[in-house]
T-cell receptor, first 118, second 114 residues
Framework: DAGVTQSPTHLIKTRGQQVTLRCSPKSGHDTVSWYQQALGQGPQFIFQ???????QRGNFPDRFSGHQFPNYSSELNVNALLLGDSALYLC?????????????????FGSGTRLTVV | AQKITQTQPGMFVQEKEAVTLDCTYD???????LFWYKQPSSGEMIFLIYQGSYDEQNATEGRYSLNFQKARKSANLVISASQLGDSAMYFCAMRGGRDYKLSFGAGTTVTVRA
């Protein structure tokens, strides 16, 4: 049973450029969330996608946008990159409606994409 | 809004000993879930244990147990019989009943010494 897959694993971009990160959810999951984790800090919620719509958004500027495809995979796009966007970007998948016996809401995280902006 | 506080930035523990990681939270929700995750240097968030706000028993998963004190709004993680492989960053997280997101604390780095 494949877990959450993220690509690429590492990325170096220049200030002002645009970047796209990709996430394939765990088999059977239909919801994808994205988190930004700066070095030495806890992850911060960016947004969550369900049924190809943004269901909830954290405190991030409009430069951060996303998309969910019919196969539940997702992309995170960041425009006009700033040095402060350098971070580990984590994708987490889950079920929109957790099944009985899955009280932990079944969040499964990927290994992340480490983005460095220079 | 939910807030998670982890006051221990780093801890050292001797192999085979137990260690307690502190976590306090703040929420106005009556229904919520509390989570602990382990993050090794590889970056992946590994789920360890979950406690629901209405669960009467403290959660346990193998060597992990959660000391849930609802009135004090604390959810401390206890790792028993520490192993070298337990060296990692540990995060406490919370999801409110009306929320889709997880809110994380700043984390605690645990280093297990042989």
């Amino acid at each position: 049973d494949a877990g959450v897959t993220q690509s690429p694993t590492h990325l170096i971009k220049t200030r002002g450029q645009q970047v796209t990160l990709r996430c394939s959810p765990k088999s059977g999951h239909d919801t994808v969330s994205w988190y930004q984790q700066a070095l030495g800090q806890g992850p911060q919620f960016i947004f969550q996608y369900y049924e190809e719509e943004e269901r909830q958004r954290g405190n991030f500027p409009d430069r951060f946008s996303g998309h969910q495809f019919p196969n539940y995979s997702s992309e995170l796009n960041v425009n006009a990159l700033l040095l402060g966007d350098s971070a580990l970007y984590l994708c987490a998948s889950s079920l929109a409606l957790p099944r009985i016996g899955q009280p932990n809401y079944g969040y499964t995280f990927g290994s992340g994409t480490r983005l460095t902006v220079v | 809004a939910q807030k998670i506080t982890q006051t221990q930035p780093g801890m050292f523990v001797q192999e085979k000993e137990a260690v307690t990681l502190d976590c306090t939270y703040d929420t106005s929700d009556q229904s919520y879930g509390l989570f602990w995750y382990k993050q090794p240097s590889s970056g992946e968030m590994i789920f360890l244990i979950y406690q629901g706000s209405y669960d009467e028993q403290n959660a346990t998963e193998g060597r992990y147990s959660l000391n849930f004190q609802k009135a004090r709004k604390s959810a401390n993680l206890v790792i028993s019989a520490s192993q070298l492989g337990d060296s990692a960053m540990y995060f406490c997280a919370m999801r409110g009943g009306r929320d889709y997101k997880l809110s994380f604390g700043a984390g605690t780095t645990v280093t297990v010494r042989a």
